[in-house]
């Protein structure tokens, strides 16, 4: 059972200064009932430093915010719910999470679109900072109402990342620039693409061909060589690939990737990886046979 001012007098008491005045006053609109002062609180509140790092957002929407969402007003419940969704690590838990805020909002505005429903997902999945999994996302059919339209960018842009091409996320710059969400998260949209495209190469490399040096990650990734180790060591402690670091000879070594949903050019691929690996099995069967006898005597 969910207990609100609990949770806000824990906060209180671990915090001191403005925050600890802060969760003091949302308790006081909270119980007296002031939904709007309390709603202009947590949009300010929630973009103070301390809530952007680990799950502070998402424990406060689950310990707090969602006992009386219904009472916020929609367009300020969907701002605040796209900045919890940005620390949530399950993208499909994301997914769900903003469906139903969507729902909420046009029950109780009898307003939007399946193109508004679908561009906000899009939105959230980019800023996510947990989501690497787009491939989920691009199957979801709802982003069939973004395509042949101005907003087909940002199904151009989903793709980008979900193969991790940076070259064609600044290509469409003239589109995501104009959306102040992305425009004024460039850096961090860049650092994750970079992520994703590490994923991407070890993904496209056999299992025993998993040896890049720094040059190669530097170029494919758009990274200086003197970042790259700080780039794969983020890729490590994330959890997204496995295996080390040659700092000698500037190499790195992969032994796993994060599995990802694999959208039809990556199913492509895929199959073309199997069939030289049934061609190689093959040809390996064929060579033991004619030289069997010579194992045999």
Known sequence: MKDPIGFLRRQQEADTGDAAERWQRMETFYNRRLWHQLTVELLEFTLIPCFPSGDNLLQLYENFI??????INPLSLVEIILRVVRQMNDAQMALSLLEKTWEKVNRERQVGSQQQRAFTLGLAALLGDGIYNFGELLMHPILESLRNTENQWLI???????????????????????????ANNEQRLKE????????????????????????????????????????????????????????????VHMTWVQPRVMDLQQVSFMKQRLEAWCADVKNISILVEDHAHEVLG
Not at 66 to 71: A, I
């Open 66 to 71: 969602s006992d009386f969402e219904h009472r």
């Open 192 to 251: 994750k693409l970079q992520l994703l495209c590490l994923m991407e190469m070890v993904f496209t490399r056999p299992a025993n061909h998993r040896q890049m040096t720094f040059q190669e990650i530097s170029h494919q990734a758009k990274v200086p060589v003197d970042e790259v180790e700080m780039l794969v060591m983020k890729a490590l402690s994330a959890g997204l690939v496995k295996g080390s670091i040659d700092e000698v000879d500037h190499k």
């Open 156 to 182: 151009d842009t989903l793709y980008a990342f979900n193969s991790g091409n940076v070259e064609t996320f600044f290509s469409l710059k003239t589109n995501w620039g104009s959306q102040s969400d992305l």
